[in-house]
């Protein structure tokens, strides 16, 4: 496992449009355009699922960076109370259209993640379903301090985050090192474990090699080797760092 070199190719996280991604008006960022946004599976992460069925969620659950809903509504069906919070207000009436469709109560909000205006000291459980690598670096550490606001002692927080592995080939900054984990969410929350994990795309595996080759002109095709599950979408390295609230 290594930090990609210097030599890779950047690209900045603020050219990524979330609310043409969600609403379907435009490109995720440049030319690369997906018909649904890639990380909407249309249900919950197998990861998240597995978290949960090994008891590792309790009492009332914040899904921050809910997206689409898939993990939150899940979690609701399962029988906790779940607040999905997002910063893309098409996200936010996308995922509330899939609750109310299937006769499930979720709360969603639309905040900032790195402030969480508005919301108030009740979560005992965080869920973070690929959010932490889409914020800027100069940014994670208000959101570890955000989310320990809102939290109740003794919290535990789930972060699912693309994790820095050559073999992956995802290009910085969507890369996220256990350094960088650390050093932003060490000060409020006590981490227990950073474990590395398969996290499902809605992209086939032949199209994500494809946009990833795009990303990192300068690597050669053959280095980009992406898993596939049973249906054929691909699968990222990420890392689940698991914590508790300080």
Known sequence: ??????????????????????S???????????ERPPWDIDGPQPVVVAC?????????????????????IALAQRGYSVTGVDGSAPAVRLASDRAAQR??????????????DGIEQQFDTVLDSAL????????????SAS????????????????????????????TV???????NLAPHWDITEIALEQYVTAVPVD???????????????????IGSDEQGRALLPVWHLEATRK
Request: proline residues 7%; glycine residues 10%; charged residues 20%.
């Open 1 to 22: 496992m290594t930090e990609q070199d210097s030599a890779t190719p950047r690209f900045d996280l603020s050219t990524i449009d979330f609310d043409a991604v969600y």
């Open 24 to 34: 379907g008006d435009g490109p995720m960022m440049g030319d690369i355009t997906f």
């Open 52 to 72: 949960e069925q090994a008891g590792k969620f309790t009492g009332e659950v914040l899904d921050i960076g809910s997206g689409a809903g898939g993990n939150a």
């Open 103 to 116: 006769g499930v109560n979720v709360r969603f909000i639309v905040a900032d993640a790195t402030r969480l």
């Open 132 to 143: 932490y690598h889409c914020l800027p670096p100069d940014t994670r550490a208000a959101y």
């Open 147 to 174: 989310i320990h606001r809102v939290t109740n002692p003794g919290a535990q927080l789930h972060i699912f985050c693309f994790a820095d592995v050559e073999e992956g080939a995802i290009p910085m900054p969507l």
């Open 177 to 183: 090192s256990k350094n960088d984990l650390r050093g």
């Open 207 to 225: 199209i994500a090699r494809e946009e990833f080759a795009k990303l990192n002109p300068a690597v050669d095709p053959a280095r980009i080797t």
